[in-house]
């Protein structure tokens, strides 16, 4: 059974001024999600002898990866422009959707505005701080339509993405961990529909939202179904996908538009929080090379879906790529953080009720900041930089010297200064000590440093910048490992999961050598493991501090499920701040803890 969405308030369309566009309240059964006539010859005979036009022309315009990024990142980081143009920031990404939506109005044609996940998540304490309400009320000032669910939308569970989606406050008193709920008043909810096809409860076998979107444009209805990446449950906390089932992207897809296609539903595309990598990632609006994950699941999905929109790998590329019967399907991505709109352009024709393949045309338009910004935008942004001000604004460290930054870029071993430094703070986190068992090692995954640690012009480290650095809000937790399955973790490093894409995992206590050309599994030199100085001993139990994904066995780094005796300290951003505490003007460490080898 399809589970399509089912609308409890008005969409704030009407106000934005969006032309042409007819959303559909669907119900929860296959059999009312179309109009009786939907299939109907005799329909289609009516339409043409009323004169319907010979194609109903449709806008879709895509964002993926949004990450609460409401202000605009500096131009210094490559967060903040598209090759060397300045690009981002909530106040111009509004602008821009609303000339794209202006531009095809004047063509007569409908438009509607969709998301490929993790619009929240990860994301600056701006809208962190806030459990991220800020962003889904950008988001519904900026008129999205529909989204599929991202990975980082479980990064504090199921049920708190429900509240986002229905509304409603937190009670958290006046606020706690530096993060308060509903400051200004109440919160709404998203006036968009998020959209979980392939992510089900584990208690009741549904979905938890709708699989499917159907809106009617001149009385034809297009589907848009809305799916995360399977892989969801080994790269996010355990306990935020708890009770959940997710199940395989393409499997789902192609059971959905069947099913869509027997209720008389032509014209399908799909929201996937998945995406791929292409050759050149400076080629932003073409397809070089394209290589992933996206590939398989394209290959894989049904001909009767028109169009694939990505995310999640934050890259950049405008594919057409050939279906099971070798015809030409638009795949897309728009990068990361609202740098990019993506401008897809199809005609569908009333007769077929299908989307015409040929007329597919996709453009990924920057979003320059040479635009007049938005003026309710900028209002949010305002209102909440005053209420966060407080928070931000407290110096937690200096650094030393000439620092200015700790940077986490990566040398040639895949080590870096700032994960030198969270993986000391975390080895030194006095809350995750049990008794007298001292952590003798620790561990911190690459995909957790978010960002470069950069003081303020006076030297001084501000909690608001360790949280761009450190947004998850993850527990330090120490732990009991054998040698053994330290030296099995080491290798985890470039196996399983991580065998296509390395993670190298940040030190402290502990120094290692590996090679590059060996195979996986065999990746770690023997004999250059060292715990404190000494070589590792298989046989001995230490103690092993990591964050709390990482304790799950997140990133594929199951060794971390295996270990026993786990505590829970306190919270990671805390361990840092307790850090510089102890180390007055830090200056970055040497990256000489792993060492590659040929």
Known sequence: MIRF???GRPPKLAALGIAGLASVAMLSTPSQAVPADAASPSAKGAAVATGKPESIDLQILALNDFHGQLEAVPTSSSSGKINDTPAGGAEYLATHLQRLRDAAEEKGAHSVTVAAGDLVGATPLLSAAFYDEPTIEAMNLMGLDISSVGNHEFDQGWKELVRKQDGGCIEDGDGQNNRNSCPAGDFEGAKFQYLSANVFREDTGKTVFPGVSVKKYDGVPVAFIGMTLENTPNIVTKAGVAGLRFTDEVQTANKLANQLYRNGVKSIVVLLHEGGYPSDSKAYDSCPGISGPIVDINAGLSPKIDAVITGHTHQAYNCSLPDPDGNPRLVTSGASVGRLVTDIDVAINPRTRDIVRASETATNNIVTRDVAKDGGISALIAKYKELVSGIESKVIGTLGGETTEVTREADDSGESPLGNLIADAQKADPTAITGDRVPEMAFMNPGGIRADLVADDTGNVTYGAA???????????????????????????????????????????????????????????AGSVEVGGQPIDPARTYRVVANSFLSDGGDGFQAFAAATNKYFGGVDIDALAAYFGQHPDYVPQPTDRIDVLP
């Open 467 to 525: 949280f761009s650095t450190q947004p998850f809000s993850n527990y330090v937790v120490s732990m009991d490992m054998t040698g053994e399955q330290v030296l099995s973790l080491l290798e985890q490093q470039w196996s399983g999961t991580n065998e296509e894409k390395p993670k190298v995992l940040q030190v402290s206590g502990i120094t290692y050598a590996y090679s590059a050309s060996a195979p996986a599994g065999a990746k770690v030199v």
């Open 5 to 7: 969405a089912r609308r």
